[in-house]
């Protein structure tokens, strides 16, 4: 039996030896991107080369890209667990031509691979071209010597590629693999399509279009090359078995899931591990990548996925949480290819620990409710778009696990009246929003929100983003674009940039766009969750609706972290030498200075002073390794403690109490540190 692992080195290995350049797969979150939820396709990172807005460095590449599809264009998640085929994360395999080989050598390269390399037999592969694509159906006939009744002619989209509503597209030929008559499906094309028998393994698109926001499509400037094969299919054929959930690495997933849950893999069960591994992949990989679960955009989707497995092992009757301690197995599978699962795991697990916590507090009383609702409902009835929301509202049920929850009991749910209820919730909350003072501002802030939603963070893993300009504040009002000297306010759709909060200064750096650039003085929060940066236009013009690269001040953005750390060595020191019963009661952290308000009874004497000041001079001495770790608030303040302030500081400074007033209980430091956290 190949392993996984072979048969990705032999695709890379192949194209390899065929002059393309081994390229690492590009991060889940697309850091070109902004109309993207998640990287869907291996051609997202190479986007750029295809439309010529970038140069291409090498003419041909390939690659073994992370892919998600859950949520936005190409979602998976509705079909996880009950089909033979579907993922919400999978590795795509691709080879690209940039402007260099086109059709002709396209397929020749898929054709030998799959029967030459991979010892595929011809008979077993089924062909489809694009109704119009006469050309590609020529090549086919030629190169791979396959009867006519061999290719089918495909009208929809299914064979004409996008990879979403904007961006490069082509026709697709689609090569499909036979698994025999024992598994129900008919051929592409026809009424059965749907069925698990033809599975499509590999996609050659050949890229000649961009799509643009409005329907217009022009040409590229040279037809290229973009395919994907689905590594866990194609594994699942060279394996010898029909289900993707039955090739090793499955296997050895679900095994794990098998032993820390005390159930096997049967019946019922069977499907719950199922689930459970996938969603174990897209999950983890998504907070390796810097997503973290929350209540909108990407941190929805992510909690989403978790839910619908910590509910699985639920159903598995699980007594303790269970997503997080099958995370090293998953690591022992595929932390060699893949770096980052190894460097995040720490993270991982401790953000799949706090969710299923935090789930389970509901899960139990949620599961009781939707029980009791259904309890009279029979196969075709309808679930009230009321109960659905409260699930929502009340117990965290995301809107399609309590669809999943009545998939098998045939029981759908009113969607429209679960997004009235919605609706309601939200116009109530805002007239109830008690807002800033300034009725004017507030107005356009809540709108903005409302129409947009809150700002994506991809700030804890990287300083530099591309995003889109959603709005342009200039003194209160919105305006369509700015120019030279102008100050004014932006909101994008994401940003690296760290906004003001919980005593921490907002991010500074910089934005550069089409044909200009700007310094961003600082960042706040607005209406909760939208980062909103100030800006001083340098050169150019910025208009609404463009891109804009934004850069964090990389220097201010790590004196702010170690001043951050030194909060909590702060902290403890003062617990150490004045007492348990000190408390914090605020702070102010920038890239220069912190300020650290404590509560304690009486005035610090200079002797105390000096000591404190020498335990953290202790601490910082130490230069040990710094992490970044997210967590909950409650978490956050049990973790401030010198074990984790020890681990949290590589600093190279001293630092030393400036001043202290003892009536107010204040003391002012000033660091000058190396390293630290967020
Ligand atoms: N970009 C090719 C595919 O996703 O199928």
Redesign the pocket.
Known sequence: MTALRDIRKQFLGFFETNDHRIEKSSPLVPDNDPTLLFT????VQFKNLFTGAETPKFPRAVTSQKCVRAGGK?SDLDNVGYTARHHTFFE?L?NFSFGDYFKDDAIKYAWDLLTKDFGLSKDKLLITVYHTDDEARAIWKKVAGVSDSQIISIATSDNF?A?GDTGPCGP?SEIFYDHGDKIPGGPPGSPDEDGDRFIEIW?L?FMQYEKFSGGKQTELPKPSI???MGLERVAAILQGVHNNYDIDLFKNLIAASVEESNVKAQGEAMFSHRVIADHLRAASFLIADGVSPSKEGRGYVLRRIMRRAMRHAHILGTPEPLMHRLVPALVTEMGDAFGELKRAQENIETTMLEEEERFRKTLGRGTALLDSATANLKDGDTLSGNVAFKLYDTYGFPLDLTQDALRSKGIDVDVDGYEAAMKIQKDTARAHWSGSGDAGADALWLGLREQFGPTEFTGYERLTGESQILAIIKEGQLVSEAGPDEAVQLLTKSTPFYAESGGQAGDKGSAVFEDGQAVITDVKKFVGDLHVHMVTLARGHIKQGGNVRLHVDPSNRRTTMSNHSATHLVHEALRRVLGTHVTQKGQMVDGERIRFDFSHGKGVTAEELSQIETQVNQVILDNSEATTKLMAPDAAIEAGRWHCSAKNTAMKFAFSLLAMCQTEKIILIRSNYAGGHM
């Open positions: 869907n396709a291996g051609m190409h795509m691709g590629w990879m697709c996609n698109v973009d395919t994907g």
